[in-house]
């Protein structure tokens, strides 16, 4: 959420805040706010489609000062879209103006655009570091605050609900969080902060009441909007404020609309005296409704207040303390996700957009940096998502529904055993296309092959989808389309790892023999790779690829080089020098190569809903480690040096380790990129001439990859626990 104005106010008064040297304590951290005040704060790439590594350095080092003054993180973040539909004008503006911005940023002009996988980085290092965080049903202050209040303890975040939310801990800004100058001993290392509590403002003016606060906060307008008839009250109020409540505020005239209001809110002793007030002044009627607050505006006023009401027992204290039952929520659409699936979601490890597209059927799609004159960098995923919708929404389709309301509470879209269902849940036999096998089907797994919708027992499912057209965003109906192979949800915790790799690999149509060479880790985004080889329009060039695997070689070889590492991989580094030296540097007065950049872009939204499909089969591979999988200024700048005829072969040394890894995952790609089970997924693209006019383009790259393989193949045995 957000108050308009409030923010700017009360940090423009240095008497709402008071100074602390921040150590010893727990602290509730808004995630979102977080990740997005680290990466814009500290001018990491946004042009170039972001530099994933520099990020995970800087949470890291953040992570590292918190545990340097022994203050405990604990972090929340908000998970889908709120299914009642008050914030989603909001949430479209917010689309609207991202779409702007990231166009200005591709013409080398000011925005602010943050990059597709920040968030995914983000909970993969938390993971990684044992951070204790808790992924919400959908909007996540009202849990945060609720947590704090009942701990005692501080927020830290960016959001102008938090002042205010009555916390007895207080909030701490984090423009005023100078975790970057650690201060003090060894021993007794604090931050130095700015906290602010309600009571510092409200007894600016003159005791004011702090339940007060949220009538404010309703009548200036947050995210949900302010009640329609809101202008006409302040009117009345801004003139009424000067004569009732110039006195107050220890003297000052009111010199902004907010502390207009605050000082009019200070002359009441009590809310229901203050929506007395406002009922008179908007002339209703005396009919009385709940509280004792007449009905009207009065009443619309006190509903929309209780949005700041923390008096409840916060949920998460109990997934804190180490019992893990998912957050409650208003969200009755989750309770459609197997346990297994409302588990992931809660532990981060499944995306806002598959709770999205099961609970609300509407899906916003991330904009990105790209040529907002071709198609949509999301169009090449859209095969992807088709899948995750298919599974999410199998039962709504299967069912024979027509297509669920937008913005309602999903009702009966899962959990639909033995209404219409597939098969006949006998003990069969299904064949795995990924592990070319047959095996036994037991009776909680349902195997057919798609069939043409029959009138009366199947319809189709569509989720909106709000992405870019031109510089506008448009909704488009996206339908759902299961893959071939059948996989219930209530059976996925059940179901083996075979059948759900066999699942994921149908949809990218990549055989898993032609993931034989890759790093078990790095199997999935070479997976993406080949299908967006396949999916990508314009068709990516093979310097584009090249370019992508020496980042990912970069990426794999940098975590190998820590300290600790053996002097083979040491040897290294100046490949590594070498290959950093390539990177787009601050500055620089060569244009974006748009080009490149808009199918980058391509290839990360290949990569974000493959993420979101592994997840939602419960990772039959393992996610890849993003934050050295993909740099832009690094990626950015091998391409251009390609262009110039540099071979990518040549910027490592013949049979080193980075060498024989980079052919060893070119081949992959390659290998992936040619469709496997070509019936399994409809075309979106006529292919004439496209396989054909790749390996015209790479025919000597193609010898000289396999003539590098085949030295691989010999070495591997031997060195193989160098490489992995």
Same mark, same amino acid.
């Given at each position: ?13 240095? &008497? ?182 309600? &009571? ?79 009922? !008179? ?80 059927? !509407? ?242 939204s290949c990569l974000w809903s493959a993420l979101?499909? &592994? ?37 490592m040394p013949g049979g080193s380790l980075s ?59 031997e060195e193989q626990y160098d490489l992995w």
């Open positions: 959420m957000g108050v308009h104005g409030l923010t700017t106010y009360v940090e423009g008064n240095k &008497n709402f805040l008071q100074d602390v040297r921040f150590r010893n304590s727990p602290l509730v951290i808004d995630g979102c706010s977080l990740y997005f005040r680290l990466y814009f704060n500290h001018g990491l790439d946004q042009q170039h489609g972001g530099d994933y590594d520099a990020f995970s350095s800087l949470l890291t080092q953040f992570l590292s000062v918190l545990a340097a003054c022994n203050i405990q993180p604990f972090v929340v973040l908000d998970g889908g879209m709120d299914p009642s539909d008050k914030k989603f004008s909001t949430l479209r503006q917010r689309l609207q103006s991202r779409i702007r911005e990231a166009d200005s940023i591709s013409r080398g002009s000011n925005g602010s655009i943050l990059p597709i996988l920040t968030r995914a980085v983000f909970i993969q290092v938390l993971i990684e570091r044992g951070i204790p965080l808790v992924q919400c049903p959908a909007e996540a202050d009202w849990e945060i605050a609720c947590l704090a209040h009942q701990w005692n303890c501080p927020v830290l975040t960016n959001d102008s609900d938090f002042f205010v939310f009555d916390l007895p801990g207080g909030y701490l800004p984090f423009r005023f969080f100078q975790w970057t100058n650690l201060n003090g001993k060894a021993s007794q290392r604090y931050i130095s902060a700015r906290l602010y509590n309600t &009571n510092n403002l409200c007894s600016w003016f003159g005791g004011m009441n702090c339940e007060l606060l949220p009538l404010c906060a309703v009548l200036i307008g947050n995210d949900y909007g302010a009640p329609k008839e809101a202008d006409t009250l302040l009117a009345l109020i801004d003139v009424g404020a000067l004569g009732r409540g110039g006195g107050r505020g220890k003297g000052r005239a009111p010199t902004s609309r907010i502390e207009g209001l605050l000082v009019w809110l200070s002359s009441f002793s009590t809310v229901a005296e203050a929506l007395e007030e406002v009922s !008179r002044l908007m002339g209703e009627g005396s009919r009385r409704g709940k509280r004792g607050q007449k009905d009207g505006l009065s009443s619309q006023l006190w509903a929309a207040m209780q949005e700041y009401n923390i008096d409840a027992q916060s949920s998460l204290v109990h997934w804190f303390s180490g019992v893990k039952v998912p957050p409650r929520g208003t969200t009755s659409g989750l309770a459609e996700l197997p346990a297994c699936l409302s588990l992931a979601a809660a532990q981060g490890q499944l995306a806002p957009l598959a709770v999205d597209a099961l609970v609300m059927q !509407r899906v916003l799609l991330v904009p990105q940096v790209e040529n907002s004159k071709l198609p949509s960098s999301h169009f090449s995923s859209a095969p992807i998502r088709q899948a995750i919708y298919g599974i999410l929404l199998q039962n709504a389709q299967k069912g024979g529904g027509a297509q669920l309301a937008k913005g309602a509470q999903v009702q009966g879209t899962g959990g639909g055993r033995g209404r219409g269902g597939r098969g006949g849940g006998g003990r069969g036999q299904w064949h795995n296309p990924a592990a070319q096998h047959w095996v036994d089907a037991p009776v909680w797994m349902e195997h057919a092959a798609r069939v043409a919708p029959v009138q009366g027992q199947s319809s189709p499912v569509f989720v909106e989808e709000y992405d870019r057209l031109d510089l506008n965003f448009k909704k488009n109906q996206m339908e759902a389309q299961p893959p071939e192979t059948y996989i219930h949800l209530d059976g996925l915790d059940q179901a083996p790892v075979a059948l759900r790799l066999g699942v994921l690999l149908e949809v990218l149509a990549v055989k898993q023999s032609a993931l034989a060479l890759a790093p078990v880790h790095l199997q999935l985004a070479v997976a993406v790779t080949g299908f967006w080889l396949r999916e990508a329009v314009p068709t990516p060039s093979w310097l584009l690829v090249q370019a992508l695997v020496l980042g990912m070689v970069y990426g794999e070889m940098s975590c190998d080089s820590q300290p600790g590492a053996t002097h083979h991989q040491r040897a290294e580094a100046n490949v590594l020098k070498a290959l950093d030296r390539q990177r787009v540097r601050p500055g620089e007065r060569r244009g974006l190569d748009i080009g490149a950049t808009h199918s980058f872009s391509q290839w990360q979101c499909l &592994n997840q939602l089969l419960l990772m039959p591979l393992p996610q890849p480690p993003l934050s050295g999988l993909f740099s832009g200024t690094l990626v950015h700048g091998l391409h251009r040096l390609l262009k110039t005829g540099w071979a990518a072969e040549s910027l060498g024989r890894l980079f052919s060893c995952l070119l081949k992959a790609v390659r290998d992936c990129s040619f469709k496997a089970n070509p019936s399994s997924l409809p075309s979106r693209k006529k292919r004439r001439g496209r396989g054909r006019g790749r390996r015209g383009r790479g025919g000597r790259e193609t010898q000289d990859v396999d003539e590098l393989n085949n030295k691989f193949t010999l070495l591997m045995c």
